[in-house]
């Protein structure tokens, strides 16, 4: 099915499903504990052997010797795979660390060995058994003292529009602020996981995997098997946030464990291995840069980041969506990547927005103060219906949200498809009660609590991709559809069942809904915000096939057939949905495929995040009191996962405001804090009731459904929010991420 022109009105439009407050059709089996995650496919693998990981002890230099004869001779070991018996491992694929390190050593906990044994207990016993030399040699472990080595990065090309530094220098009101956030790690509750068996040349993983066609393509790729020959279930996953976007060591390991003993491997990777062993969010240094008439119009806006990563790794592109947000003549917009030797950087939820409006909204604070403007009118006074000067590079993404239909621009000052960004600020502004706000900082005092509140804008990119989707109605009249789409809590087998239950004119609970397998059609999957949008379309297309087949076994013209109530309609003719299937089931696949409206229309999702804080005024701690979003994501096609989505990751956006950090012992290269207990993040105590609004919209351009997704849109502008609120509650502006009191406490107001 071709997308090339904006969706007219179709079946979705009627809303009888799709848009309505379901619950999640899974619910039941994860709130029973009856829903079968990756590492509990006993039935699929009843004799499986455990791995177990030995990650390196150094973070830079190389292995010159390995003694494994003491832990091959341990009670239960049935095999040891390191670099020197496991065969080649290419490196290419969506994650460029090796995933099984030998000689050489890029990064802390890389792995260097797995031992597979009969029982857990036992393969960690013996791991601990295996005798390692190391030679270490000298690394880069501190991104602030990179900065004159740091590089422009292809993924992010240079901006310079206009004269961005006279225009600044010769600006009456101007902001020229530093500000850092640190190294963060995903933490999601179900780690890393896969169990692995071979069936002759046959490969089959169970593993936790947001995009199952990624890990499919680079599991392929970097074993050199076909891909043909590899199968990846995903059925449920215990949280990703772009930190299961493909396969890491665990998925590996267990295919080489697996070939290596003839047997199922089942590899978990401990809590303390994840935050160095697999991906991370990178830290960023940004520099931004605004300068307005004294009106509050922008007439240079620049932004400058700097990150780190292993070689062969991306930035995090931080400065990206200043490029998008407001209006500015005169702009400056540079990305620089330097070469770290710690654990790679990759996508992490909103990779580039979460971590660029942390910087971005927190200087048009101080840009609002030093007008003396209304922070919220400032932003609106600085609208744009256009994209700010599109120099014909093309809409900023990142891995997860890359896509076919996202090349090059090449129309300047091209729209955005559609742009509430104004109505979100308004709505929030009154719902949250803006106008009681006091703008002198430090004013509000409840008891020894310190109150203030903040605002931020948000956006983040509404990326579409090429998905396919197969459906069969039964004898008796149900609808069965099969997509590799994941959910990972979203919400996804819901909002798919919708879909094809509107199409068909069937009750939610007369679909079943089958999705994560590679055997079944591509559908991109969880990631980068593209997921539910891309899956979606593609059930529809699905749809559309098996609504022409039905209609032509039943004698009616497809054109005027209607699907209603469990019923094919013409004029004056019904016949039951099932009378179609009386000789059998009818199957339909189909997949949807863009053209070019993502090139003529700047797809992008906006949202406005408010949020009170109180401060306490004798040691600093922080509190958060209430926080709303304003959301404008196209059609919301089911409001309860889409706030799951939105509170979730405005709880996100809380961790890195006041607490998320990886520490950097930046002697011996390593995170410090690698497991729940020194990583903190927020828990229930730490958040407030949340708010969450979603504007009335549809977007034609987007695909037949008119739908977006949501769930990045949900951290983005949150740290930014909570960091402005906790200045107008103390007047002590912190720009170091997180926000500890440590980082304010001497600065407090006195205390009289």
């Not at 790690?185 to 089959?204: C, K, V």
């Not at 593993?207 to 020959?229: C, E, H, T």
Request: net charge neutral; charged share 20%; proline share 6%.
């Amino acid at each position: 099915m071709k997308f090339d022109t904006p969706a007219g009105t179709n079946p979705i439009d009627r809303e009888t499903v799709i848009g309505k407050p379901h619950a999640r059709i899974e619910g039941p089996l994860k709130t029973t504990g009856t829903a079968v995650y990756s590492y509990e496919n006993h039935q699929a693998a009843p004799n499986a052997a455990y791995g177990y990981i030995v990650g390196s002890a150094i973070a830079r230099g190389r292995i010159s010797a390995m003694d494994v004869s003491e832990a091959k001779a341990a009670p239960g070991v049935l095999a040891i795979i390191t670099a020197d018996n496991a065969g080649p491992i290419k490196t290419q694929g969506f994650y460029v660390a090796k995933p099984l390190a030998g000689p050489e050593i890029e990064h802390y906990h890389q792995a260097v060995a797995l031992v597979v044994a009969e029982t857990f207990e036992q393969a960690r016993a013996a791991a601990a058994r295996i005798r390692i030399d190391y030679v270490r040699t000298r690394g880069a472990f501190d991104l602030a003292a990179t900065r004159e080595g740091a590089k422009p990065h292809r993924r992010q090309p240079d901006v310079h529009t206009g004269d961005f530094e006279k225009a600044f220098a010769s600006a009456p009101v101007k902001v020229d602020a530093t500000f850092t956030t640190p190294d963060q790690s995903h933490m999601m509750s179900e780690p890393h996981a896969t169990i692995a068996r071979w069936d002759g040349d046959q490969l089959t993983i169970w593993s936790a995997q947001q995009i199952v066609g990624w890990a499919r393509r680079d599991l392929g790729n970097k074993l050199s098997i076909p891909q043909d020959k590899i199968r990846v279930v995903a059925t449920y996953i215990g949280g990703g946030f772009g930190g299961k976007g493909s396969i890491c060591s665990d998925a590996i390991l267990a295919a080489l464990g697996a070939r290596a003993v003839g047997r199922a491997v089942k590899v978990a990777l401990p809590r303390p291995l994840m935050p160095n062993n697999t991906t991370h969010r990178p830290a960023t240094i940004q520099r931004v840069r605004l300068a307005a008439g004294r009106d509050g119009r922008l007439v240079a806006v620049g932004h400058e980041t700097l990150s780190g990563n292993l070689p062969g790794g991306g930035p995090e592109i931080a400065a990206a969506q200043t490029q998008l947000l407001y209006a500015g003549a005169n702009r400056l917009n540079l990305t620089r990547l330097s070469t770290l030797d710690l654990p790679e950087g990759n996508a992490m939820r909103a990779p580039g927005e979460a971590s660029g409006l942390m910087a971005l909204e927190v200087a048009m604070d101080e840009l609002a103060e030093k007008l003396g403007m209304d922070p919220v009118e400032l932003r609106i006074l600085n609208d744009t219906q256009t994209v700010p000067d599109d120099p014909g590079r093309g809409s900023p993404t990142d891995p997860q949200s890359a896509s076919p239909n996202q090349g090059p621009q090449d129309v300047p000052g091209r729209p955005f498809s559609i742009r509430q960004f104004v109505t979100c600020l308004r709505t929030g502004a009154e719902r949250f009660g803006w106008k009681e706000r006091s703008a002198a900082p430090g004013a509000r005092r409840d008891g020894r609590w310190l109150s203030g509140v903040g605002m931020a804008s948000a956006i983040r990119g509404a990326p579409i991709i090429p998905a396919g989707g197969r459906v069969t109605l039964a004898r008796d009249g149900g609808v069965t559809v099969e997509s590799n789409m994941t959910d990972m809590g979203t919400g996804s087998y819901t909002i798919i069942g919708q879909t094809v239950a509107e199409m068909m004119g069937l009750p939610l609970d007369r679909v079943v809904v089958k999705l994560a397998d590679s055997n079944y059609p591509e559908a991109f999957g969880g990631g980068g915000q593209g997921g539910a949008a891309s899956a979606t379309a593609g059930a529809y297309a699905a749809c559309v096939k098996l609504r022409e087949a039905v209609a032509a076994k039943l004698g009616f013209n497809s054109a005027d057939a209607e699907f209603v109530d469990g019923e094919v309609r013409a004029g004056n003719r019904r016949v039951r949905l099932a009378e179609a299937a009386k000789d059998g089931p009818i199957t339909a696949e189909d997949k949807i495929e863009y053209g070019d409206l993502s090139r003529r229309f700047e797809q992008q999702t906006f949202g406005a995040h408010f949020c009170e804080v109180a401060v306490d005024a004798y040691t600093g701690e922080i509190r958060i009191r209430r926080m709303l979003a304003v959301c404008a994501a196209g059609r919301i096609l089911n409001p309860v996962t889409a706030r799951s989505q939105v509170i979730g990751g405005m709880v996100g956006g809380a961790g890195a405001a006041l607490m998320e950090e990886l520490a950097v012992d930046k002697r011996f290269g390593f995170f410090v804090n690698h497991d729940l207990a020194g990583y903190e993040v927020p828990v229930h105590a730490d958040i407030p009731h949340q708010d969450v609004i979603f504007l009335d919209e549809v977007d034609p351009t987007m695909s037949p459904l008119k739908a977006k997704g949501v769930g990045e849109l949900g951290i983005s502008g949150v740290a930014p929010a909570i960091a402005n609120a906790v200045y107008n509650a103390t007047g002590v502006r912190v720009r170091d991420y997180p926000i500890t009191l440590d980082k304010h406490l001497r600065d407090l107001p006195q205390i009289t």
